[in-house]
């Protein structure tokens, strides 16, 4: 027995709606709010082909030293050098104020997860102390941080 024509494009109609839906909440990027962030288009181009999560913790590194250079890292990168999260992120700014990046935050869950919670945390209004604070209480057990 086949569904009416009627019964059919409803179905259809649905189908395409319910796909929709699902296509929207599932591309939606994490909420930045009004947090100061670099423009991604400036982001080196294998930071922008990075998953939104990421790329936001480099916009958010780069627009914030003031915040992440306090931020210690939990990953081990102290081994090669990093002396705060922010150096997960940036190499150098040179006296014009161009930014180099660094890539190894590109393949480092600890450093991305460490900056998105200090970016939530900046939305709620902590100070770099409450939030240097919770990043140690929350990530000490992953290893040493690279900040004494």
């Keep these: 027995m086949r569904m009416p024509l009627r019964s059919r494009k409803l179905l259809f109609v ?16 994490p909420s930045t709010g009004d947090l100061s962030l670099f ?28 915040v992440m250079q306090h931020i210690p890292c939990y990953c081990g990168c102290g081994a090669i050098g990093h ?19 660094d890539n190894h935050a590109l393949g480092c869950s600890i450093c ?5 919670d200090a970016m939530r945390l900046v939305q709620e209004g902590k100070s770099v102390e409450e939030i240097k604070a919770f990043v140690d209480e929350t990530y000490a057990q992953y290893g040493p941080s690279n900040m004494p």
């Excluded at 080196?44 to 627009?63: D, H, I, L």
């Excluded at 991305?112 to 998105?116: A, F, L, N, S």
């Design 39 to 66: 423009p991604a288009e400036r982001l080196p181009a294998e930071v922008q082909s990075a998953p939104a999560t990421v790329r936001q913790a480099y916009q958010f590194a780069a627009a914030n030293p003031d």
């Design 112 to 116: 991305v997860d460490i900056t998105q």
């Design 14 to 29: 649905i189908f395409v709606l319910a796909a929709i839906a699902y296509t929207s909440v599932g591309c939606s990027e």
């Design 83 to 101: 002396a705060s999260n922010y150096a997960c992120y940036i190499s150098g700014v040179d006296d014009a104020g161009n930014v180099t990046f």
